[in-house]
Structure formats: structure tokens, C-alpha cells
């Protein structure tokens, strides 16, 4: 069981170029979210989905775009990096909302740095 | 809108001792649930323990337990008989109870030493 995964693990984009971070569970999860940890912030989050083909803002989303066509599967998008976006990301996911308060899980993160 | 703050950014314990983390919310709603996350130097994030706000009684997770206290929204983790795997970022979450809110509010996090 692979729980949460996300490649790549670390990543070097200059300004301006496009990339996608990859995200993906294997455990059946509806709810998938995207998270980014800069230092003395925490962790807030950019987008979320409640199942395939739904997605939404979280609390910082400009500059990412997100979709979501498999229950399996939540990339992130960042279409044009600018040197703000350099950060850790976190995907996490959780059961349906219906089963409300059990955990997030989430995947290792990927290193982002933005030149 | 919801927050957490914990104010302590950087704890350290001896081995074998006992340490608390604290972290105070500020919500206005009265279904919740909280969370403390343990982030050590390879960045996952893993989670500790829970507590549903509708439970009176405190959560315990062999070592670790917490001191939840809903009308001062207070939530201090307390970590018994500190083992060097401990060392590491921990942070407390905020979740809304309400059916498909989902999002973490996340504190800045305290980071714990342990000393041998």
C-alpha cells in the first residue's frame, strides 16, 4: 500500500517555465488537497477536490490550477513559476467529507525552487 | 475565519522527560476537530494525534496525549518519556466539522530538540 505519493521530489524551474507536480493515492480517497509550506507559515492550502471532475480554491491559489478527472490522481499545475512559488508542496488526501473528521494523509512533499 | 497559534516556536526536553506543546485556536463554530501533525527532517508530515471537539474526554496515543480545553479553545500535546525520534517540527490543525469543508488550518509550528 503506497499510501500518498508525489514526484518529483525536488525540482529546479527557472522563471517563467511551466511544470506539473505530480499526486497520487491509492486508497480510495475522495477528498485530495494541495498544500504549501514556506518557512514560519505552516502549511496553507492552494486547491482541493471532493471527488473526480470537482475541484476549488483553497487559500492561496493564484498562479496554480489543479484538475481532477481520476478518483486516483490530483495534479498541480503552475503555468508560468515566478520566484514567490519557491516552496514545499504537500498533496494530502482523506475519505469522503461524509465521513467527516478522519485524517489527512499526506504524500512526502515535493521541493520546489523557483530561479 | 479560523486560526491557530502556537506560540512556543522552538521547545527542548532531556530524554526520558516529559514536554508540552501548546496551540490555541479561535473559532467560532461548535463541531470541530483537531489535529497535531509531526514533521520530522524528512518533511512528511504524520500524524500524531486527534480530537474530536464533541469529546470531553482527552485523546491518548501511547506516549503522547493531549490537554483539551474547549471553552479556553486551548489543545497542548503532551509527550511522555521523550525519545530521540521525537525531535522534530510539530504543528497543530484546526478542521471545520462541517461536511465537506476539509481544509487544515495549520500554526507556524514549534520545533522540539531532544536532548541525550
Known amino acids: 500500500n503506497a499510501g500518498v505519493t508525489q514526484t518529483p521530489k525536488f525540482q529546479v524551474l527557472k522563471t517563467g517555465q511551466s511544470m506539473t507536480l505530480q499526486c497520487a493515492q491509492d486508497m480510495n480517497h475522495e477528498y485530495m488537497s494541495w498544500y504549501r509550506q514556506d518557512p514560519g507559515m505552516g502549511l496553507r492550502l492552494i486547491h482541493y477536490?471532493?471527488?473526480?471532475?470537482?475541484?476549488d480554491q483553497g487559500e492561496v491559489p493564484n498562479g496554480y490550477n489543479v484538475s481532477r478527472s481520476t478518483t486516483e490522481d490530483f495534479p498541480l499545475r503552475l503555468l508560468s513559476a515566478a520566484p514567490s512559488q519557491t516552496s514545499v508542496y504537500f498533496c494530502a488526501s482523506s475519505y469522503a467529507p461524509v465521513l467527516a473528521g478522519l485524517t489527512q494523509y499526506f504524500g512526502p512533499g515535493t521541493r520546489l525552487l523557483v530561479l | 475565519a479560523q486560526t491557530v497559534t502556537q506560540s512556543q516556536p522552538e521547545m527542548s526536553v532531556q530524554e526520558a522527560e516529559t514536554v508540552t506543546l501548546s496551540c490555541t485556536y479561535d473559532t467560532s463554530e461548535s463541531d470541530y476537530y483537531l489535529f497535531w501533525y509531526k514533521q520530522p527532517p524528512s518533511r512528511q508530515m504524520i500524524l500524531v494525534i486527534r480530537q474530536e471537539a464533541y469529546k470531553q474526554q482527552n485523546a491518548t496515543e501511547n506516549r503522547f496525549s493531549v490537554n483539551f480545553q474547549k471553552a479556553a479553545k486551548s489543545f497542548s500535546l503532551k509527550i511522555s518519556d521523550s525519545q530521540l525520534g521525537d525531535a522534530a517540527m510539530y504543528f497543530c490543525?484546526?478542521?471545520?466539522?462541517?461536511?465537506?469543508?476539509?481544509?487544515?488550518?495549520f500554526g507556524t509550528g514549534t520545533r522540539l530538540t531532544i536532548i541525550p
Open positions: 477536490s471532493v471527488g473526480a471532475g470537482i475541484t
Open positions: 490543525a484546526y478542521r471545520s466539522g462541517d461536511f465537506g469543508n476539509e481544509k487544515l488550518t
